[in-house]
Nanobody, 120 residues
Framework: QVQLVESGGGLVQAGGSLRLSCAAS????????MGWFRQSPGKEREFVAA????????YYADSVKGRFTISRDNAKNTVYLQMNSLKPEDTAVYYC?????????????WGQGTQVTVSS
């Protein structure tokens, strides 16, 4: 069982930056690949970025490539999402999730989400 808690969301102007954090409970964090997803009102949840268990492999949605960076610190049981050059269309609730394999289309554990709002 892994419990995930996101933080770092907020209101930012277009062009600004935010860093999201996702803290995981338990001693098995390093066994999980981690991902970030987002969901806007009226839209389906969409993939944003994922990182392998060691952090050595990452991939991104085309919509955020070059602007967002996913990273992890296994000693701190935390995964991060650095978001730069934010756009109003990045406004969403952002969720982190854990998967047992990488890459994966199936994520077993989810956080409660953190709101990111980008004003124009």
């Amino acid at each position: 069982q892994v419990q995930l808690v996101e933080s770092g969301g907020g209101l930012v102007q277009a062009g600004g930056s935010l860093r999201l954090s996702c803290a995981a409970s338990g001693r098995t964090f390093s066994r999980y690949a981690m991902g970030w997803f987002r969901q806007s009102p009226g839209k389906e949840r969409e993939f944003v970025a994922a990182i392998s268990q060691t952090g050595g492999s990452k991939y991104y949605a085309d919509s955020v490539k070059g602007r967002f960076t996913i990273s992890r610190d296994n000693a701190k049981n935390t995964v991060y999402l650095q978001m730069n050059s934010l756009k109003p269309e990045d406004t969403a609730v952002y969720y982190c999730a854990a998967a047992q394999v990488y890459p994966s289309s199936r994520y077993d554990y989810w956080g409660q989400g953190t709101q990111v709002t980008v004003s124009s």
